[in-house]
T-cell receptor, first 112, second 114 residues
Framework: AQSVTQPDIHITVSEGASLELRCNYS??????LFWYVQSPGQGLQLLLK??????LVQGIKGFEAEFKRSQSSFNLRKPSVHWSDAAEYFC??????????FGKGTMLLVSP | DGGITQSPKYLFRKEGQNVTLSCEQN?????MYWYRQDPGQGLRLIYY???????QKGDIAEGYSVSREKKESFPLTVTSAQKNPTAFYLC?????????????FGDGTRLSIL
């Protein structure tokens, strides 16, 4: 069965420190992969996407993600976190049938 | 600006009552989706539509119904058969039916039971 796992429910990072949010997927081939961010009471905003080619993809707000086929992972990174990055982050996968499978999300808390 | 409009932002339902959540998009997208979000559960797909007058059940369609009479509109009805309707509902749309284009989301409707 297809699935997306985000192992960390909550992560706390100090402002200015680096960030890595983990995402693992289960699928027999290479899926389309996405990272979304959600502020409280809002919809989801696309940060970045991976379809093929270069395994390091750049997104908005200074985020990047690296696709690793051998590890079935698509981890999100940011070199220096800002207080405004506090939000919930969702990894999602599409295996080519138009519907997305979401992970359960990681809540990012930023400490001063 | 193009986007997805969900209304109302907050909705209250009495026991035994059907309620309808509105979703309108002016992005000229073919595909539209409804998700339910519960704390700690991520997003779960309720229904989706890839073309006007056609729609498919998602993972948790029981107790919900939809229609797609116009390309721009994809309303969701939460029926009295849905015993636990309290949740945050998100509507999304996408340009394609294959999956290599991202979905764009509205700002959601929060439904509560009185």
């Amino acid at each position: 069965a297809q699935s997306v796992t985000q192992p960390d429910i909550h992560i706390t990072v100090s402002e200015g420190a680096s960030l890595e949010l983990r995402c693992n997927y289960s699928y027999g081939a290479t899926p389309y992969l996405f990272w979304y961010v959600q502020s409280p009471g809002q919809g989801l905003q696309l940060l970045l996407k991976y379809f093929s080619g270069d395994t390091l993809v750049q997104g908005i707000k200074g985020f990047e993600a690296e696709f690793k086929r051998s590890q079935s992972s698509f981890n999100l990174r940011k070199p220096s976190v800002h207080w405004s990055d506090a939000a919930e982050y969702f990894c999602a996968m599409n295996s080519g049938y138009s519907t997305l499978t979401f992970g359960k999300g990681t809540m990012l808390l930023v400490s001063p | 600006d193009g986007g997805i409009t969900q209304s109302p932002k907050y909705l209250f339902r009495k026991e035994g009552q059907n309620v309808t959540l509105s979703c309108e998009q002016n992005l000229n997208h073919d595909a539209m989706y409804w998700y339910r979000q519960d704390p700690g559960q991520g997003l779960r797909l309720i229904y989706y539509s890839q073309i006007v007058n056609d729609f498919q059940k998602g993972d948790i369609a029981e107790g919900y119904s939809v229609s797609r009479e116009k390309k721009e509109s994809f309303p969701l009805t939460v029926t009295s058969a849905q015993k636990n309707p309290t949740a945050f509902y998100l509507c999304a749309s996408s340009t394609d039916r294959v999956g290599d284009q991202p979905q764009h989301f509205g700002d959601g409707t929060r439904l509560s039971i009185l």
